[in-house]
């Protein structure tokens, strides 16, 4: 979190249904949870953006100094600090969960593993259906391609588009 303070930009990896495109976003202003549920605008503004296949994480096919992404069109964005995929009204605000529950989640081509930080005991419809945030934070991500399986991603925490969702399951008590 500390470059981010001092740079302003974070780096992170957005994915769609296939391709991950490795990017700088301005988080000045706003952190990255805070950007992509903003309901006042559809889009992700990046700076020096890779852009690689999701089965071919190493092969880069196109890269750009701005670019735009429909955060619509998201899956998922993958950080490396768990800091950057909290709001800054859960990381400064009352609402710090003290309870992490470990969840396993599919969307189109990946599935996900890391742990929910919640104040209590969890609704799963109320964090898909009544929450107000598009993104959903996972903390202590890893993130494997279903059908390359030797193909993972992994980091401090993962901001899951809910509307990708197909599968959203609850580990047993540990």
């Known amino acids: 979190m500390s470059e981010i303070l ?8 957005f994915f769609t249904h296939s391709y ?4 700088q976003v301005d988080v000045r202003r706003r952190g990255l949870s805070d950007l992509l549920n903003d309901s006042t ?13 999701i089965d071919r994480p190493a092969d880069i096919i196109a890269s750009y100094e701005a670019s735009s992404l429909v955060k619509a ?7 490396t600090q768990q800091d950057d995929a909290i709001s800054r009204k859960q990381a400064y605000g009352s609402y710090m ?5 470990k969840v396993f989640l599919t969307v189109p081509s990946l599935e996900i593993v890391g742990y929910l930080r919640l104040a209590a005991k969890v609704d799963l419809r109320r964090i898909l259906s009544m929450d107000t945030e598009e993104f959903i934070s996972v903390l202590d991500g890893r993130v494997v391609a279903s059908i390359r ?6 980091g401090g925490g993962v901001l899951v588009n809910k509307h990708h969702i ?9």
């Open 20 to 23: 991950r495109i490795s990017g």
């Open 166 to 174: 197909g599968a959203f399951c609850l580990s047993e008590e540990e």
């Open 41 to 53: 605008t559809g889009f992700l503004q990046l700076e020096n953006a890779y852009i690689s296949p």
């Open 6 to 13: 001092r740079t302003g930009w974070l780096t992170a990896d």
């Open 149 to 154: 399986p030797d193909v993972v991603f992994t």
């Open 73 to 79: 069109n998201l899956t998922l964005v993958l950080v």
């Open 97 to 101: 969960g003290s309870y992490m529950r």
